[in-house]
């Protein structure tokens, strides 16, 4: 019965089958998908959010949204790092940063973390070029306690101390790594190009402009720039918009208006006569250059921002462009290849086309994106390719008011900036109105292809072809982040210290012994605290001079060795071996300068050794005679000599991570030398003790040693 009715089923099935072949087959239509006219889109209607200005002056844009039981809040004060003065560039980005995490006149720091985490919310602040933002996040339920914070944190912050050499710390080593990717130098150097080194638009932050900001500088910051009327608040969520007014006016009330003119930035181009130039950073450790072209940009108040807007969808903005088909897919000059016209709300952005080519083919992959710009500007662009770009725009457009999150923004946006709240809708209607002659006549006014800016980094040694086919060659230094390298002096203070340091030398070991050091074998064992918690190790550190250097290690995760070669440097851990960041090159650099034994036969070998004599200061009970190293790598960096030995007891220094200590204990010796055998060292993110177990002067190292290879199997060091 089963096997009967399945056979039925399985007729009948195909029987309707045919049927429905048939019935496709006869309406079938065979036209060209893109000979289908498709229906004008329904016209879109972002919501329209209410605003309201406060007593003090405080504007709001308020948009209801009950769809989830959460409120966010947008918050702009016009305050970025356009106002940062010279000599302290970061000064917005630290005091953003301190702003959230330093306290406020109600709470610590650390106790506004724990209640947000309590409550699932969240409160952020970060700087940017024109402005200090903020976000908040809560449900609705906790929102007026968490608007209470955030108003308090913007009215009264506390900038605590701790907190402000946290952010030091944390900016240092951003910019210690900085140099690690070559698009990030390339964009960094190409909009000093732009606008000029020392605009406010591309200077860049330095561990001496960190080093000279302090809490008081903060205090001034949010003195001058953080009032009722130079804040924006966009409002968004599930509540009742005439509740939400009533609280935000309760929790501000208090804050009275800045009654003093505000602040302005007139923005003045530093660039000179454009010309073609091209210059070049060199970056040996990669195998792909990175190339910039380009020039100053516009704002989007410019009357030609829309049609360059479509012509760069056109060009290099989209996967479709001409840049990504022609330059990367059918030349494969590019793995990667884009343009922007360069259009800023408030200042004019940087236009340019770029591109991340393998080295050899370098100079054709220039070659061929100033080709495709030149017949940007002479030829008018095709109907299909103009049809593609209008709908490419005009229809992403719904996206960009995908919630009421980014309506609210983008109204916060244009009222900071003084544009009008139906920009969005005017420029729809541009779009749409137009042609191919409005866009080559605008291409014609802001591009020139004979007169751009050309930025490349790379490995010059490696190019197809030499860069100085496009022209002559401006080479740019990449220069190593570095604090400032010399001390202020006086003739006496240089005298004593010098006189100390011999002293100390002495002790150590005799100047013969000194000049006869060619490399140092030391075996150590550690134990580190970090945030990660303790870790012991043993291994053993070899360094051949003038620059090579062996670190290897045995850890709780398994072997690992560090290798500097000169201006190289690897690392084999865990069965992998790979070359070490620009940065991580720099610290191994940084050991032999400040290496023991090394530090003092190098002072040893000078006639007039850079130290000079600070005082006499106590350190855990130990009188001492500080001094004070006043040029070179090591300036800045401090002895404290023991004054009824004349050895030393403590060595401070800054790194990015903060300020060092290193004390030193137990001298034994060692072939003829005195040195410590006990080491405490710490910095503001962790601490170690370390032991010196032997010390080898000259010892025979195998060439082979400072070789890169794969050496990460686990098991202890011979």
């Known amino acids: 019965m089963i096997s009967k009715l399945m056979k039925t089923t399985c007729a009948f099935c195909c029987l309707v089958s045919l049927s429905i072949i048939g019935g496709c087959t006869a309406t079938i ?152 990717d070559a698009t990030g130098i390339a964009f960094r150097e190409f909009n000093k190009l732009i606008f000029g080194a020392g605009h406010p638009l591309a200077r860049t932050t330095e561990i001496e402009t960190i080093n000279a900001i302090n809490r008081d500088d903060l205090v001034a910051f949010h003195k001058q720039f953080f009032c009722p009327n130079n804040l924006i608040l966009g409002v968004w969520g599930d509540f009742n918009k005439s509740e939400i007014v009533a609280k935000l006016q309760e929790v501000f009330n208090s804050w009275d208006k800045k009654k003093d003119k505000l602040p302005e930035f007139r923005f003045e181009s530093q660039q000179k006569t454009q010309v073609q130039s091209v210059s070049y950073i060199e970056k040996n450790d990669l195998t792909q250059s990175t190339v910039l072209m380009g020039n100053l940009g516009i704002t989007k108040r410019d009357p030609d921002y829309v049609a360059l807007e479509v012509a760069n969808t056109i060009f290099g903005g989209a996967f479709s462009s001409r840049l990504f088909k022609n330059v990367r897919s059918a030349k494969g000059l590019a793995y990667s290849v884009w343009s922007s016209e360069g259009s800023g709300w408030t200042f004019p952005g940087s236009s340019y086309m770029a591109c991340s080519t393998k080295s050899p083919t370098t100079i054709d992959a220039i070659t061929a994106m100033n080709e495709e710009l030149k017949n940007l500007c002479s030829e008018s662009i095709t109907d299909e390719e103009l049809r593609f770009a209008k709908d490419s725009i005009l229809n992403s457009f719904v996206f960009q008011y995908d919630s009421k999150q980014d309506v609210i923004e983008r109204y916060v946006r244009y009222e900071q900036s003084g544009y009008s709240n139906d920009f969005a809708e005017i420029f729809q209607k541009k779009v749409s109105g137009l042609t191919k002659d409005d866009i080559l006549q605008a291409v014609k006014r802001h591009y020139q292809p004979d007169k751009l800016t050309i930025l490349v980094v790379g490995k010059k040694s490696d190019f197809g072809r030499p860069l100085e086919t496009l022209g002559q060659v401006n080479v740019i230094p990449l220069e190593k982040p570095k604090a400032p390298t010399t001390v202020k002096t006086n003739s006496d203070a240089l005298n004593k210290g010098r006189d100390l340091i011999r002293k100390v030398i002495r002790v150590v070991g005799s100047p013969q012994l000194f000049k006869n050091i060619k490399s140092v074998s030391r075996d150590l064992e550690m134990s580190m605290e970090s945030q990660m918690g303790k870790m012991k190790m043993k291994g053993t550190l070899t360094i051949s001079l003038p620059d090579k250097l062996r670190l290897e290690l045995d850890t709780p995760m398994g072997k690992l060795v560090q290798v500097l070669n000169k201006d190289e440097g690897w690392q084999s851990a865990m069965g992998n071996t790979m070359s070490l960041q620009a940065s991580e090159v720099i610290e191994l650099k940084k050991t032999l300068d400040s290496d023991f034994l090394l530090a003092l036969k190098n002072l040893s070998e000078m006639e007039n050794p850079p130290v000079q004599f600070v005082g006499e200061e106590e350190v855990d009970g130990k009188l001492c005679n500080v001094l004070e190293i006043t040029e070179g790598n090591m300036a800045g960096e401090r002895f404290f000599i023991e004054s009824n030995g004349n050895q030393i007891y403590q060595t401070t220094f800054d790194s990015p991570e903060g300020k060092v200590t290193v004390t030193s204990s137990e001298y034994k010796e060692f072939e003829g030398f005195s040195v410590p055998t006990k080491y405490k060292i710490k910095s503001e993110i962790q601490s170690m003790e370390m032991s010196l177990k032997n010390l080898r002067i000259n010892p025979d190292l195998e060439p082979t040693m400072f070789e890169k290879k794969d050496e990460s199997d686990e098991g202890d060091f011979k």
């Open 29 to 180: 239509d065979t036209k060209n998908p893109k000979e289908i006219a498709s229906p004008p889109l329904r016209k879109f209607e972002p919501p329209k959010p209410e605003r309201i200005v406060l007593k003090n002056g405080i504007i709001i844009y308020i948009l209801e949204d009950h769809q989830l039981p959460l409120i966010g809040l947008r918050a702009e004060i016009r305050a970025g790092s356009i106002f940062d003065p010279d000599n302290k560039v970061g000064l917005s980005e630290m005091a953003a940063d301190v702003l959230r995490s330093g306290g406020a006149k109600t709470k610590t720091g650390d106790a506004i973390d724990e209640e947000l985490e309590s409550k699932g919310a969240s409160i952020e602040f970060w700087s940017g070029h024109e402005s200090v933002s903020g976000y908040l996040s809560a449900l609705n339920t906790d929102f007026n306690d968490v608007l209470r914070l955030f108003a308090d944190i913007l009215m009264a912050p506390q900038f605590d101390k701790d907190k402000i050499d946290l952010a030091k710390v944390n900016m240092k080593s951003s910019i210690a790594r900085r140099n690690d």
